[in-house]
């Protein structure tokens, strides 16, 4: 028993995650008819909070109802991995990435995400607040104007040959890598 | 009411986010470094069970539950709104650490600042909401 539950505790490498991951497409297509994407929920949830645009008026439970309700689920699923089954061990990044964040003066903490940076006292930090808001603002935004995020692009995107969604995840890796080698280091000196 | 599938697909779906770690602000930044091959493992195998799903879609005309044949649309023609949005999205990803999916699982996951991530985003679409028009697509 304990070991099973030790199995579950455990991170999971990519070949069991990857697929795991990529099987959202035809739980989501062969149960409902929808297709796999994420980021839609925020116009959902716009709509919902009565934002006043154009873009915004449209019959959002009959829509969207179904994207919000998975956005619910993925809040309880991340519960019940991150907090029952939580992992005691720290994230088993690179040794690289490590040295790098180290050398720029970053406590790498065991959580999932950065202590320093992501929370209220990181808020006040100009590296917190770029990340938290800046980089917050950017994903909602991006998102829209890109019509997808990593699974409406990246995954279900890619997989239906669109050659809209090549170019979003082109540009997803060249935003990342200007805010690798460019925006990080200069927050962080 | 067929919501609790959703629900239950969600919970599937945010559970397994966090075990595969994609959640997690080290991991992104180790994919954007180059230093690590997972994140491009489990993007790449979920990329591939999606692509044989519709692929068998396309080929055999699969329906869904209801027997109504599944649709895939093309997208609207164009570069601008991808390069310039999805552009935005990798410099809100690489601070964030997190797409929409995972900002989701990271609340639910106890770390409790990442509903201000949230806020921003729904700011950021409401905002892509309101200057649409003037914006090139």
């Given at each position: 028993m304990s070991e099973f539950v030790e199995l579950?505790r455990?991170?999971?490498?990519?070949?069991?995650?990857?697929?795991?991951?990529?099987?959202?497409?035809?739980?989501?297509?062969?149960?409902?008819?929808?297709?796999?994407?994420?980021?839609?929920?925020?116009?959902?949830?716009?709509?919902?909070?009565?934002?006043?645009?154009?873009?915004?008026?449209?019959?959002?439970?009959?829509?969207?109802?179904?994207?919000?309700?998975?956005?619910?689920?993925?809040?309880?699923?991340?519960?019940?991995?991150?907090?029952?089954?939580?992992?005691?061990?720290?994230?088993?990044?690179?040794?690289?990435?490590?040295?790098?964040?180290?050398?720029?003066?970053?406590?790498?903490?065991?959580?999932?995400?950065?202590?320093?940076?992501?929370?209220?006292?990181?808020?006040?930090?100009?590296?917190?607040?770029?990340?938290?808001?800046?980089?917050?603002?950017?994903?909602?935004?991006?998102?829209?104007?890109?019509?997808?995020?990593?699974?409406?692009?990246?995954?279900?995107?890619?997989?239906?040959?669109?050659?809209?969604?090549?170019?979003?995840?082109?540009?997803?890796?060249?935003?990342?890598?200007?805010?690798?080698?460019?925006?990080?280091?200069?927050?962080?000196? | 009411?067929?919501?609790?599938?959703?629900?239950?697909?969600?919970?599937?779906?945010?559970?397994?986010?966090?075990?595969?770690?994609?959640?997690?602000?080290?991991?992104?930044?180790?994919?954007?470094?180059?230093?690590?091959?997972?994140?491009?493992?489990?993007?790449?195998?979920?990329?591939?069970?999606?692509?044989?799903?519709?692929?068998?879609?396309?080929?055999?005309?699969?329906?869904?539950?209801?027997?109504?044949?599944?649709?895939?649309?093309?997208?609207?023609?164009?570069?601008?709104?991808?390069?310039?949005?999805?552009?935005?999205?990798?410099?809100?990803?690489?601070?964030?650490?997190?797409?929409?999916?995972?900002?989701?699982?990271?609340?639910?996951?106890?770390?409790?600042?990442?509903?201000?991530?949230?806020?921003?985003?729904?700011?950021?679409?409401?905002?892509?909401?309101?200057?649409?028009?003037?914006?090139?697509?």
């Amino acid at each position: 028993m304990s070991e099973f539950v030790e199995l579950l505790r455990s991170p999971w490498p990519w070949y069991l995650a990857g697929p795991a991951i990529g099987a959202m497409v035809p739980l989501l297509l062969f149960t409902g008819g929808r297709r796999f994407g994420i980021s839609s929920s925020f116009r959902h949830l716009c709509a919902a909070t009565g934002v006043r645009a154009d873009y915004f008026r449209y019959d959002w439970r009959r829509e969207g109802g179904w994207n919000l309700l998975l956005v619910a689920g993925i809040v309880l699923g991340g519960a019940l991995a991150g907090m029952l089954l939580t992992d005691p061990n720290p994230v088993a990044i690179a040794e690289a990435t490590r040295a790098d964040l180290t050398a720029a003066g970053l406590t790498l903490d065991d959580r999932l995400a950065p202590r320093e940076i992501f929370s209220l006292a990181g808020l006040l930090t100009p590296a917190g607040f770029v990340a938290m808001i800046i980089g917050g603002f950017l994903v909602g935004f991006g998102a829209r104007w890109a019509g997808g995020c990593t699974s409406g692009h990246a995954i279900t995107g890619l997989a239906e040959l669109q050659r809209g969604s090549l170019i979003a995840v082109a540009g997803f890796f060249a935003g990342g890598l200007v805010t690798t080698y460019a925006i990080w280091p200069w927050l962080f000196s | 009411m067929s919501g609790l599938r959703y629900l239950l697909i969600g919970a599937y779906f945010g559970f397994v986010l966090v075990k595969a770690e994609v959640v997690s602000w080290y991991r992104i930044q180790e994919m954007f470094r180059f230093d690590a091959f997972h994140m491009y493992g489990v993007i790449g195998s979920a990329l591939v069970v999606a692509a044989i799903t519709i692929w068998a879609v396309r080929r055999f005309g699969l329906r869904n539950h209801a027997g109504e044949p599944i649709e895939i649309e093309t997208m609207e023609p164009g570069w601008r709104r991808y390069a310039y949005g999805g552009v935005l999205f990798g410099i809100g990803w690489a601070l964030t650490g997190a797409c929409p999916g995972p900002i989701a699982a990271l609340i639910g996951a106890g770390l409790w600042p990442f509903t201000i991530v949230f806020a921003a985003a729904w700011l950021g679409t409401a905002s892509y909401g309101l200057m649409r028009a003037r914006l090139p697509h």
